[in-house]
Structure formats: structure tokens, C-alpha cells
């Protein structure tokens, strides 16, 4: 089992939609969750970091963490096109140290 | 404006060459990584370095090499024997060995072979 799955799509949406990205994960003492955008031939941008769980908002984007399910989503209020990327989740802890562990990232595309 | 600076762009490598991508970091972080990304496939770690002149082998670190001689530097050699040397390669840092909680990423390298 991965220790980190992300369904990959592609997900498709159109111009101010919800869009809602999840990933799931195996090992209950990771602690640190992160979402990174990336866009084409780029390097991923750290978009939301959360340290357990709750939710964190920041403008049109809320990051969820349920550990009592190994649960983590991104929610993306009124979508526009320049969110179309690849979006990546990954988790890390004290426990793990230097080793970060992603997700295969999921492809949105948010048509105009 | 701190970040973190890879070079070049875009590389060609040919048969048996070795070729080094360059990354720099001016973030004062001490944990700096290698990653290899790969087409519908996620992060793969090559290297890591927590501290100078110390560095680990990731999860797929043959054919790979790297040295951490300054705090700022840390480059990747691909060697003549990484038989599949075609992908995206990603250079990280994070703050400290204690927390390692935020990773920050440059802007990659593409590696083809000729």
C-alpha cells in the first residue's frame, strides 16, 4: 500500500466551480500535510500547509485534514482558469524526519 | 527574493555522459533533496542532504550522485550508468533536520537523452 494515494483524474470543471481535490494516506503519525500546485514544466508551488487536523482557509482555498479517516481535501471556491495545474498532496513527521511523501497529483482544468 | 535556483533549464545528456544539474538555495535552509518526477508518477527522492558534507540515498539513488560541500549547493550528477536518464528533476530545501515540516522546490531541470 502507498503510503500516499491521489486519484489522478484528469478532473474538469467549468469557469466558478467548487472544485474538491482528496487524497487518502496509510500511517496515522504523520503529522504535517501539504497541497502544492504545479504547473506545466514547472517546480511545485507550496500552496496550503496544515500541521493535524481542522481546516485552514486562505482566499478562494480550504485545506481539510480528518485523521481520524487519513483524509486530506482541497477545496478551490469560485474556479478560474488560471487554477488549471496539477495539484499534488503530500504529508511528512517528526517521526519521518526528512522523508516527504506525495500523492501522483490530480490534473484540473477549469474551462472559461 | 529567497529561493531556490536550478540550472540549466532544459539538459541534453548523451551515450555514457555524465552531466550535473546545478541547485542553489539562499534560504539558509540545512535539508536540501533531489527528486525525480516521471510522467503519471509521483516524486521519486533520489538523494537528500540534512546537514554539509553529509548526504542519504533516497529511494532510487543508482546511477545518481551528489556532494554537499556549502550549505547553499547542492547538485545532482547523473551518471552513464542511469540507464533512463529522461525525466523532470526537482531540487528541494526544507528549514531544519528537527521539523522538516515545509518543502520548497525550484524550478526543475528536463533531462533528455540524445
Known amino acids: 500500500q502507498k503510503e500516499v494515494e491521489q486519484d489522478p483524474g484528469p478532473l474538469s470543471v467549468p469557469e466558478g466551480a467548487i472544485v474538491s481535490l482528496n487524497c487518502t494516506y496509510s500511517n496515522s503519525a504523520f503529522q504535517y500535510f501539504m497541497w502544492y500546485r504545479q504547473y506545466s514544466r514547472k517546480g511545485p508551488e507550496l500552496l496550503m500547509y496544515?500541521?493535524?487536523?481542522g481546516n485552514k482557509e486562505d482566499g478562494r482555498f480550504t485545506a481539510q485534514v480528518d485523521k481520524s479517516s487519513k483524509y486530506i481535501s482541497l477545496f478551490i471556491r469560485d474556479s478560474q482558469p488560471s487554477d488549471s495545474a496539477t495539484y499534488l498532496c503530500?504529508?511528512?513527521?517528526?517521526?519521518?524526519?526528512?522523508?516527504?511523501?506525495f500523492g501522483t497529483g490530480t490534473s484540473l482544468t477549469v474551462i472559461p | 527574493d529567497g529561493g531556490i535556483t536550478q540550472s540549466p533549464k532544459y539538459l541534453f545528456r548523451k551515450e555514457g555522459q555524465n552531466v550535473t544539474l546545478s541547485c542553489e538555495q539562499n534560504l539558509n535552509h540545512d535539508a536540501m533533496y533531489w527528486y525525480r518526477q516521471d510522467p503519471g508518477q509521483g516524486l521519486r527522492l533520489i538523494y537528500y542532504?540534512?546537514?554539509?558534507?553529509?548526504?542519504q540515498k533516497g529511494d532510487i539513488a543508482e546511477g545518481y550522485s551528489v556532494s554537499r560541500e556549502k550549505k547553499e549547493s547542492f547538485p545532482l550528477t547523473v551518471t552513464s550508468a542511469q540507464k533512463n536518464p529522461t525525466a523532470f528533476y526537482l531540487c528541494?530545501?526544507?528549514?531544519?533536520?528537527?521539523?522538516?515540516?515545509?518543502?520548497?522546490f525550484g524550478s526543475g531541470t528536463q533531462l533528455s537523452v540524445l
Open positions: 542532504s540534512q546537514i554539509v558534507n553529509d548526504f
Open positions: 496544515t500541521y493535524s487536523s
Open positions: 528541494a530545501s526544507s528549514r531544519d533536520r528537527a521539523t522538516n515540516e515545509k518543502l520548497f
Open positions: 503530500a504529508t511528512n513527521s517528526m517521526n519521518t524526519g526528512n522523508q516527504f511523501y
